[in-house]
């Protein structure tokens, strides 16, 4: 029996850039909580509250993990059936039946560089010229809302309904979703007949 290929995982870029900035934050809260706690019998004397000064390195801890779930675990997948977005707190399934367009189209002319504030604006400065595939949704599956909350606001579309999907591979993206879409509505079609 042959065996099924699996589609390409493409790593979405946004949450690289985050991954690699939680990573080092939480390193850094985590060095310098430790240095604390080593130097707190020195600078307070001996107190009893001493080990309260290790919770911003479990904190630290909790960052750094995410960081590394940020880099490693945020990627977008075709399937027959579906779309996947997958951020490093919260998978997203999109049907294609919810699916209205994809175009490729290059990151500053959806969000405008000169309109984002400084510190956005500086962060993906590498990004900004690089194509992204708009994926155009006649609906969001869950509330928009909901979305917001666990999702990175360069991912949303602010032209209408749908994600910005930035991937270094931004042409075999393309082409995945295109070819899924097409074999979807051609099951469809011969489904009504």
């Given at each position: 029996m042959a065996r099924k290929k699996r589609s390409k995982r493409f790593p979405l870029l946004i949450y690289a850039q985050i991954g690699r900035r939680w990573t080092?934050?939480?390193?850094?809260?985590?060095a310098a909580s430790i240095v604390l706690w080593l130097l707190s019998p020195r600078l307070l004397g001996p107190t009893p509250m001493r080990h309260l000064a290790l919770f911003?390195?479990?904190?630290g801890g909790v960052i750094f993990l995410?960081?590394?779930?940020?880099?490693?675990?945020a990627y977008v997948q075709c399937f027959p059936t579906k779309i996947r977005i997958q951020t490093p707190v919260?998978?997203?399934?999109?049907?294609?039946?919810?699916?209205?367009?994809?175009?490729?189209?290059?990151?500053?002319?959806?969000?405008?560089p000169t309109r984002e504030k400084a510190a956005r604006r500086t962060w993906p400065i590498?990004?900004?010229?690089?194509t992204a595939v708009i994926l155009e949704l006649n609906g969001f599956p869950v509330s928009e809302r909901w979305l917001r909350l666990w999702f990175n606001r360069y991912l949303f579309w602010p032209g209408g309904t749908g994600f910005v999907l930035l991937v270094e591979d931004w042409l075999s993206l393309s082409q995945q979703l295109d070819s899924f879409q097409a074999a979807y509505q051609a099951r469809r079609a011969s489904a009504t007949r």
């Open positions: 080092w934050l939480g390193l850094l809260l985590a911003p390195v479990l904190a995410y960081g590394l779930a940020a880099r490693k675990m919260y998978p997203l399934i999109i049907s294609y039946r919810r699916v209205a367009s994809t175009r490729p189209t290059q990151l500053n002319h959806i969000f405008d590498r990004y900004w010229a690089k």
